[in-house]
């Protein structure tokens, strides 16, 4: 099974901030990568597919980019909204895998 | 809209079964290949396994293979997980997903249920 690590597990931000997240996987998976948020007691939600591109519906202060092994979601500006934990996850291979999960919280 | 509503979760005795069902709406159900995922409580999302559009195709975690079967009634709008020989471990949030892309079951999911809770305990 392919593993995904994310990182950090978890961080402070404050509303109008910048936050990165980062997810390697254990082996190349190309851009068969997804990110979803999961805010407390909800299911999750799909934010990014196919490492960059953009669910329909999700605000454009979500990004990803990366290939190969290498991952990264961005939100360019911090809303109270996005309070939530995030997971990478791989569909290039199965079982799909997903990361720890990293947890946004207010500073 | 595409609505996916789990049910038949709750509290069970190791070595005891229990039978899942979602019920999806608002899509061609019959089209797309369906999943169910797991989160143990606090704990990250896991996988469990998939059924091919057609009912031809069906893969599982490692952990629940042997023990658990994933079903649908397209006629019925409905995809099922029969959970046998339950383990402690199995405890968790138990949610249905849908794949993004018709004739697909590689796992990116456009639409989660609300899931339903599976506790195991004596």
Redesign the interface.
Known sequence: DIQMTQSPSSLSASVGDRVTITCRASQSISS?L?W?Q?RPG?????LI?AASSL?SGVPSRFSGSGSGTDFTLTISSLQPEDFATY?C?Q?YS????????TTVEIK | QVQLVESGGGVVQPGRSLRLSCAASGFTFSSYGMHWVRQAPGKGLEWVAVVSYDKNNKYYADSVKGRFTISRDNSKNTLYLQMNNLRTEDTAVYYCAKDKYSDSGVGLFDYWGQGTLVTVSS
């Open positions: 068969y997804n979803c999961q909800k299911a999750p939600k799909l597919f669910q997971y996850q569909t199965t079982p799909p895998t997903f990361g720890q999960g």
